[in-house]
């Protein structure tokens, strides 16, 4: 999914960085060439379909949407290929007609695939990104709004009154109306991951990182090596080993309990050190949580039910933070704040 995103952002990227470079050193030649434009819409389609298929997870067990995608990528990839033989003076009739026509069908074809991707993606939705899906419909909205307005008046932007340029600028608009979204939902939150400005400077080196199957045998090997990671990063200066006990079982435990329903999941663990943080991320393969929606064991209700304590606890001494899925945990341990946990009492 990150990589997913990443493609899509890197695209608009190039995607600006081309009109930018036209505009200004190539006086628009490669934009106003109508094949230019096809091409560029083909491949976004292409991005599109593999965003779709990849957000908010891949859905092993619906292989219809995989051909469906498949399908109209390969019409995308003959279009082409059949549009760059047809590029030359002999046959300028051909090259016409499959701009007019051929073209249109497919970003038709594109369309409806995608529009498939989210509805069955939204029917088959995770609770934990119902609301964060909800707020997007909203953002969407006046984005298409907003980009009306701007057509209707394009006195207000000038450059956009070239043809081409309205679809680059909705897209902009949508990716960054989506983005801020995601931002204020997740990001800004006390109970997703999230890290300070500072962290961009705080030059954390990964110092382990392992991945094993949701097994009890294999969580025990992998508790194993962090313990001898304990040791020889001597960390005993920093906590005791009762509090780092207590981090290691409650982040395996859970993930092995939430993310082992299937003989090839698997548990993913990262530990990154600086000079002032510890930042232990565990990622498993199930379908996640709200975090918000977890009761406090400390209520009337729940001091007979022994679930949720460990968690309760290490958000008492760590920052304890939650991938928007809620499969990845993040603990942070802060040295400078040692004392608070470095002895049991």
């Not at 931002?183 to 954390?204: A, D, G, V």
């Not at 993930?255 to 548990?267: F, P, Q, S, W």
Request: proline share 3%; hydrophobic share 45%; with cysteine.
């Amino acid at each position: 999914m990150k990589t997913s995103f990443s493609i899509l952002a890197a695209f608009f990227c190039i995607g600006d960085l081309t009109i930018l470079c036209d505009s200004l050193f190539l006086e628009n030649r490669i934009l106003h060439q109508p094949h230019t434009i096809s091409t560029y819409l083909v491949f976004e389609s292409f991005i599109l379909l593999y965003f779709g298929l990849q957000f908010p997870t891949f859905f092993r067990n619906f292989s219809r949407l995989v051909v469906i995608c498949s399908f109209v990528l390969g019409m995308g990839i003959m279009l082409l290929f059949v549009d760059l033989g047809l590029l030359n003076e002999v046959y300028p009739n051909a090259s016409l007609i499959l701009l007019k026509y051929y073209y249109n069908t497919y970003y038709v074809l594109a369309f409806m695939a995608f529009a498939y991707l989210i509805i069955a993606k939204l029917r088959y939705n995770f609770p934990a990104i119902q609301k964060f899906m909800e707020y997007i419909y909203f953002a969407t909205f006046f984005t298409c709004v907003f980009f009306v307005t701007i057509c209707f008046f394009p006195n207000l932007i000038p450059i956009t009154t070239k043809y081409f340029l309205h679809f680059f600028l909705f897209m902009n608009l949508l990716f960054l109306s989506c983005f801020f979204v995601f931002l204020f939902h997740y990001s800004f939150t006390e109970n997703y991951l999230t890290h300070p400005f500072s962290f961009i400077f705080e030059r954390s080196t990964k110092i382990f990182e392992d991945q094993i199957l949701a097994t009890r045998s294999h969580s025990r090997l992998i508790k194993e090596k962090l313990w001898s990671l304990y040791d020889s990063r001597n960390w005993r200066k920093i906590m005791d080993s009762f509090w780092f006990q207590i981090l290691v079982d409650e982040t395996l435990d859970n993930a092995l309990e939430h993310g082992g329903k299937r003989e090839d999941d698997i548990i993913t663990v990262h530990v990154f050190e600086s000079r002032k943080y510890i930042d232990v991320y565990v990622i498993d393969s199930g379908k996640g949580f709200n975090p918000r929606l977890v009761p406090s064991p400390i209520e009337s209700d729940r001091k007979l039910v022994t679930g949720g304590r460990g968690i309760h606890i290490l958000k008492k001494l760590f920052v304890v933070r939650w991938n928007f899925l809620g499969n990845e945990v993040s603990i942070r341990v802060d040295k400078t704040k040692s004392n608070d946990w470095k002895s049991v009492t």
